[in-house]
């Protein structure tokens, strides 16, 4: 299994920036669909996007679609998540997740997950 280190979590006022990154280990990282999910107190953990393995195919959250971008860079391992016009009711805990198959939005679907970064965004 892919281990998933999460950073660049923060606090933020609303209409700010933040770059998300999400670092993996071992040599198979370009194997795997690459999902970000976010889980504010007291709600279900929810998806966000998601990068497919060659970086090629990206989608998006309704809620975040035209202010948030997924990349990955498969030579340094690692998947990004750029947030920009940020606002309050985007503060959660944010994770990484690797699946091999692209496309699936359900949480329930992802067996490997990093720890997860605070992201707040003040009003």
């Known amino acids: 299994q892919v281990q998933l280190v999460e950073s660049g979590g923060g606090l933020v006022q609303a209409g700010g920036s933040l770059r998300l990154s999400c670092a993996a280990s071992?040599?198979?990282?370009?194997?795997?669909?690459m999902t970000w999910f976010r889980q504010a107190p007291g709600k279900e953990r929810e998806f966000v996007a998601t990068?497919?393995?060659?970086?090629?195919?990206?989608i998006y959250a309704d809620s975040v679609k035209g202010r948030f971008t997924i990349s990955r860079d498969n030579d340094k391992n690692t998947m990004y998540l750029d947030m920009n016009s940020l606002k309050p009711e985007d503060t959660a805990i944010y994770y990484c997740?690797?699946?091999?198959?692209?496309?699936?939005?359900?949480?329930?679907?992802?067996?490997?997950w990093g720890q997860g970064t605070q992201v707040t965004v003040s009003s």
């Open positions: 071992g040599r198979t990282f370009s194997t795997y669909a």
């Open positions: 990068v497919s393995r060659s970086g090629s195919s990206t």
């Open positions: 997740a690797a699946r091999a198959s692209f496309g699936s939005r359900s949480w329930r679907d992802f067996g490997s």
